[in-house]
């Protein structure tokens, strides 16, 4: 069964991630000798270099945050898996059009990949969030090194394609944090991300039930869970059309998770 943090869920790499290994090799003349393997086959490192040793910002919070930095009624639209070439530039049409800011949580080597699409999120005003660079929602079970790369690994290939910007938060994989990986991510100026809401639009079913789910749970808590990654992301950029309109008839500003 999934692990839960709040409404959340954990769902495997070859179903939550369709064609990221693709994307991720198609990457490496961009990042560099980063391996990308299927965890069946992955050691227990990424590469022979060494991470980081030192922080390269400030401190946070280890906590898995949920609360919203906006005061009052207000959700934080969070946004996984990507960037993608085609889904990311429509997800980033329906905020704007709706004047609505999101944390992306991004696969490293889909950034590396589509540097222009990160440094869009962030002229756009979105946050940056690091999703790890296999997506191995069973990376709580692989060693501390292996934990270490995975996320500092893709803050680097993140930020390089930011051009400058900082990546302020971490998403675990299907939710596998660690105290080792959430103090580690913390150490490095990223707060570790949980979520509420789970629209599940990675699953089947139609636009109708992505509104019909995401409703449901927003008593739940203000973080709210698409993707703009993964696959056919057509009804989660239906879904938001209608969405967030909604949401700001029944009373929600839209805010950052907090830091």
Known sequence: MARRFGTGRRFGIEGG????????VASLAVAGAFAFLQP????????????????????????????SDRPGRSLNITIDDGPDPVWTPKVLAALKEN?????????????AAHPDLVKKVVADGHRLCDHTVSHNTGMD???EDYQS???????KMIEDAAGGAKVEY???????FTPYSRKLAADHGMRPLGWNVDSKD????????????????????????FHDGGGNRARTVEALKRLLP??????YGFGFPQR
């Open 40 to 67: 069946s086959a992955e050691a227990d490192t990424i590469n022979h270099a060494k991470p980081a040793q030192s922080p390269r910002t400030a401190p946070v919070d280890p906590s898995i945050v949920h609360a």
């Open 17 to 24: 991630i369709i064609g990221v290994t693709t994307a991720a």
């Open 149 to 155: 790369r995975q996320i500092l690994d893709a803050q």
């Open 170 to 176: 971490y998403r675990a994989p299907g939710g596998a």
């Open 202 to 225: 990675f699953e089947g079913g139609g636009v109708a039930q992505i509104e019909s789910t995401v409703r449901g749970e927003l008593r739940n808590g203000p973080t709210v869970l």
């Open 246 to 251: 909604w949401m700001k008839q029944q009373g």
């Open 141 to 143: 079970h692989r060693s």
């Open 99 to 111: 004047g609505v800011k999101a944390t992306f949580c991004m696969i490293g080597p889909q950034a």
